[in-house]
T-cell receptor, first 116, second 113 residues
Framework: NAGVTQTPKFQVLKTGQSMTLQCAQD?????MSWYRQDPGMGLRLIHY???????DQGEVPNGYNVSRSTTEDFPLRLLSAAPSQTSVYFC???????????????FGPGTRLTVL | AQSVAQPEDQVNVAEGNPLTVKCTYS??????LFWYVQYPNRGLQFLLK??????LVKGSYGFEAEFNKSQTSFHLKKPSALVSDSALYFC???????????FGIGTKLQVIP
């Protein structure tokens, strides 16, 4: 199992550019989520999904879009990047049912994004 | 609404001494509580969780945490700190029946040789 993978690891954008952060997991987890990590702010939930075709907003959804067409993939789209979106982005997944591992989130290695 | 407070930005402890990293929470309903650790330039790794049952939960790398319902706390502990325990520690909470997990801001643990 590769676990949770994220690409790219690093990205520099100019203000107004768009891009997609990729996230994939091979554990057949129903629940996937995107967080951003900023100094002094901890991890803040951007969007999450409880299964293919189902997404919902987290604490800080503005400026980000998501979709979940398959169980494995959960891309995060920045439509028009802003300097305030400079952050480290983490994708995570977990099962939502089952006797073991429920609630244990598995995190990807992160994407460090800088918006100039 | 649910929330987590980690009142200490940083905890310093000498190697071999016991360590405690504090966490308090607020939820409506029964709490599911978690501790994660983050090493530099890495993603978060699961340490332990409390769902139900014994208030003292044992996890990875010799860590344990005590759930205290009356004080709404879930402090992380280890009897003897190692230099390799130096990292950023996150407490998290989820209310039963609610899918979102809320993280605290993190506490940096520095173990001094």
């Amino acid at each position: 199992n590769a676990g949770v993978t994220q690409t790219p690891k690093f990205q520099v954008l100019k203000t107004g550019q768009s891009m997609t952060l990729q996230c994939a997991q091979d554990m057949n987890h129903e629940y996937m989520s995107w967080y951003r990590q900023d100094p002094g702010m901890g991890l803040r939930l951007i969007h999450y999904s409880v299964g293919a075709g189902i997404t919902d907003q987290g604490e800080v959804p503005n400026g980000y879009n998501v979709s979940r067409s398959t169980t494995e993939d959960f891309p995060l789209r920045l439509l028009s990047a802003a300097p305030s979106q400079t952050s480290v982005y983490f994708c995570a997944s977990r099962p939502t049912s089952g006797s073991d591992g429920t609630d244990t989130q598995y995190f990807g290695p992160g994407t460090r994004l800088t918006v100039l | 609404a649910q929330s987590v407070a980690q009142p200490e930005d940083q905890v310093n402890v000498a190697e071999g001494n016991p360590l405690t990293v504090k966490c308090t929470y607020s939820v409506s309903g029964n709490p599911y509580l978690f501790w994660y650790v983050q090493y530099p330039n890495r993603g978060l790794q699961f340490l332990l969780k409390y769902i139900t049952g014994d208030n003292l939960v044992k996890g990875s790398y010799g860590f344990e945490a005590e759930f205290n319902k009356s004080q709404t706390s879930f402090h992380l502990k280890k009897p003897s700190a190692l230099v390799s325990d130096s990292a950023l520690y996150f407490c998290a909470v989820r209310s039963g029946g609610y899918q979102k997990v809320t993280f605290g801001i993190g506490t940096k643990l520095q173990v001094i040789p």
